[in-house]
């Protein structure tokens, strides 16, 4: 990801990246700027990368050659309500891994916790087990 490059979160709206810091934590940190008017910061892990904010795993993981790799992804749209209760500002504010989002939650997702009209909310086989099994619940 690079400044310029366009970014799209869970409603369709298309923003683009403004220009990156580091936070305290040392992680480099995207600016993004949506249509609205409004701005949200993204953590970036580098070569499109979408790391956890909490344990730092790679939720959209890529080989060598920059191909994704199957059963490991972790990219899904829960409920706006889901996402705030789980302390992070909606529509994106970050990402979770599926073990860190519940652990923030206290309980196991379920398929209610979804967006149920969210493309990136059908289970595929580049999913990781525990998030088709969650999607299916
Ligand atoms: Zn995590």
Not at 23 to 31: C, M, T
Not at 102 to 121: I, Q, S, T, V, W
Request: hydrophobic residues 25%; negative net charge.
């Amino acid at each position: 990801m690079r400044v310029g490059d366009e970014i799209e979160r869970g409603d369709g709206a298309t923003g683009r990246v403004e220009r990156f810091y580091t936070d305290n934590l040392g992680r480099p940190i995207a600016v993004v700027h949506w249509p609205d008017g409004s701005h949200t910061d993204h953590p970036f892990a580098g070569d499109g990368g979408w790391p956890c904010n909490d344990c730092g795993a790679e939720t959209t993981p890529c080989d060598a050659d920059g191909e994704p790799i199957e059963g490991q992804w972790e990219k899904y749209y829960v409920r706006p309500e889901v996402w705030e209760e789980a302390g992070l500002q909606s529509p994106l504010g970050g990402y979770l891994c599926i073990g860190c989002l519940e652990g923030r939650l206290g309980r196991k997702l379920a398929k209610g916790d979804f967006d149920p009209d969210h493309p990136d909310n059908e289970p595929c086989s580049l999913y990781s087990a525990r998030l088709n099994e969650r999607l299916e619940a």
